[in-house]
């Protein structure tokens, strides 16, 4: 069996705690390799490294450090098939959908060769008599990133691509389900010239995680993952006086207006709902008519198309909807929380539950399953499910939908389906969620605006990618500087205004 490794200072290093989690195939729910799992001191020596190392990159100016990132992104393209494959073997999504993973963390590189522009600092001319003023974004010097399963290309190129131009190291700590990924991005960073030491991927648990959140030397932590586990972070990280930001899970509306295209909201429906097996932070998981009327004709278009949904492994053809799950304890979670629906008195509509492959009865499918007539107190609807599961909550106004929405914990995305400009804006305005959809289902920001939702979906203050990664990732210095005429004005006592 393959036995991965960890990838510091530039090599392929063999992990020493004697601890491994396994890796397996979704599909076939077969162990395809074992991960190490580091123990302290491994991050303890993969820090050393990226602090000998970060000065002289820093050092290095911006736009041959964006260099880097340009010839990053020739490569992404060059090996877009085998990491896609890597990707979807490790994961269980299908190739297109891996390629997309890829490609939204490329875009997030390319966003990255900017470096020079957005790292430029701000000046005043003549703040006072013979002074200046100006700002500096320097690096902070060590970053991390602890990623999560279920994009394990885009995420942590949302993290490593911003903190590296910017003149920092980094260390990357990737869930241990799918490594595989996050170690050929770091060999393809080093073709394409960064100098070994600054990007460092280790790969662990809980203890490699505590280990970054206590070393003195890391002084911002970015991560991505359920909400329970980014508290615990964004808490232990803060009160060691580190720059931390943490998005979580999710639990996003699409409101269906009684006017909005039946056809376009279905078909929306059907990709959010269930690509990638739900397993999207951005996944549409509550759909929420507006009139009982707009239910019914929902819920009648609807459950066909789920129920003709192609389940497949990713070999399976161009046609396959999505995949299995990532492991076997999801599939149980996922299965469990859906008796429980029924148990509690939701209309199970399409019941995936005894899915089953022919070929591959051992992997971890769940058949998509579509709830109508959810409720606010219901399991279902109170926690993420993050499977193929949709539930409806009928909604009797705007108003209700809308409160729905914005009562729930979860503040990650939102839609709206509407012909009318009005709710459309009343929508937007009014929301306290972090990313609106307005027909759109899953309103994922381009490269460069920026990505975080509001509530238990997001703690900090700055979002990913965008300008505001350029803020996480530097610390502003402000610089004033006097050049007196000469020696003739003579010594300054007292603290002066600057007129
Ligand atoms: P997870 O929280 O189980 O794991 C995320 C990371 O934390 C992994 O690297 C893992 O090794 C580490 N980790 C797990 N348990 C830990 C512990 N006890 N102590 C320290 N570290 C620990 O999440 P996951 O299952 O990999 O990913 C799915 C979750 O991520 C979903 O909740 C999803 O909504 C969320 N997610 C959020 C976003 C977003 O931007 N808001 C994006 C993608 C995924």
């Known amino acids: 069996m393959e036995e991965l490794y960890h990838f510091i200072d530039g090599k392929r290093v063999k992990g020493t705690s004697g601890r491994f989690a396994d890796v397996f195939n979704p599909a076939t729910g077969e162990v395809q390799a074992r991960v190490p799992l580091a123990s302290t001191e491994e991050m303890a020596a993969a820090v050393a490294g990226a602090r000998a190392a970060q000065p002289a990159w820093a050092a290095t100016n911006p736009q041959r450090r964006a260099?880097?990132?340009?010839?990053?992104?020739?490569?992404?393209?060059?090996?877009?098939?085998?990491?896609?494959?890597?990707?979807?073997r490790e994961h269980g999504k299908t190739?297109?959908?891996?390629?997309?993973?890829?490609?939204?963390?490329?875009?997030?590189?390319?966003?990255?060769?900017?470096?020079?522009?957005?790292?430029?600092?701000?000046f005043t001319d003549g703040a006072g008599p013979g002074i200046d003023m100006y700002s500096l974004r320097q690096p902070i010097g060590i970053a991390a990133g602890i990623t999560p399963f279920n994009f394990p290309a885009m995420i942590p190129m949302w993290k490593f691509c911003p903190a590296i131009a910017a003149g920092n190291a980094f260390i990357l700590k990737p869930s241990e389900r799918d490594p595989s990924v996050p170690l050929m991005l770091a060999e393809l960073m080093q073709e394409a010239g960064l100098p070994d030491g600054i990007l460092q991927v280790v790969n662990g648990d809980k203890e490699a995680v505590d280990a970054i959140l206590d070393h003195e030397d890391i002084g911002a932590i970015g991560f991505v993952g359920s909400t329970p586990i980014a508290e615990y972070i964004y808490g232990r990280g803060c009160s060691n006086g580190k720059r931390v930001q943490c998005f979580g899970g999710a639990k996003n509306h699409m409101i269906i207006m009684p006017d909005a295209d039946m056809d376009q909201a279905v078909d929306a429906l059907v990709g959010a709902g269930y690509g990638a097996a739900g397993e999207r932070c951005m996944a549409i998981s509550v759909a929420v008519p507006?009139?009982?009327?707009?239910?019914?004709?929902?819920?009648?278009?609807?459950?066909?198309?789920?129920?003709?949904?192609?389940?497949?492994?990713?070999?399976?053809?161009?046609?396959?909807?999505?995949?299995?799950?990532?492991?076997?304890?999801a599939k149980k979670r996922v299965l469990g929380l859906v008796d429980r629906g029924v148990e509690q008195g939701a209309k199970l509509v399409v019941d995936g539950r005894n899915f089953s492959m022919q070929g591959y009865e051992n992997g971890f499918f769940v058949g998509a399953c579509l709830f109508d007539n959810v409720t606010r107190d219901m399991d279902i609807y109170r926690q993420e499910i993050f499977g193929p599961v949709?539930?409806?909550?009928?909604?009797?106004?705007?108003?209700?939908?809308?409160?729905?929405?914005?009562?729930?914990?979860?503040?990650?995305?939102?839609?709206?389906?509407?012909?009318?400009?009005?709710?459309?804006?009343?929508?937007?305005?009014?929301?306290?969620?972090?990313?609106v959809g307005i027909n759109v289902p899953i309103p994922v920001p381009l490269a460069y605006h920026t990505f975080g939702g509001w509530k238990k979906s997001g703690f900090g203050d700055l979002n990913q990618h965008g300008p505001d990664a350029f803020r996480f990732y530097t610390r502003t210095k402000t610089v004033t500087a006097r050049w007196p005429s000469g020696i003739k004005d003579g010594g300054e006592f007292h603290f002066k205004p600057m007129d």
């Open 290 to 329: 507006v009139g009982q009327d707009t239910a019914d004709r929902l819920i009648e278009k609807l459950a066909p198309r789920v129920e003709a949904l192609k389940i497949a492994p990713y070999t399976g053809g161009d046609d396959v909807d999505f995949g299995p799950l990532v492991t076997a304890e």
């Open 67 to 88: 260099r880097v990132l340009m010839k990053f992104v020739g490569l992404l393209h060059r090996d877009m098939d085998k990491l896609a494959e890597a990707l979807s």
């Open 390 to 435: 949709l539930s409806t909550v009928r909604a009797d106004s705007y108003e209700d939908a809308l409160g729905l929405a914005m009562d729930h914990e979860y503040g990650n995305g939102t839609a709206i389906f509407t012909r009318d400009g009005d709710a459309a804006r009343d929508f937007a305005s009014r929301i306290n969620i972090g990313m």
């Open 95 to 122: 190739i297109p959908d891996a390629k997309g993973d890829v490609i939204r963390g490329l875009e997030v590189a390319e966003f990255c060769i900017g470096a020079p522009h957005l790292l430029k600092g701000e």
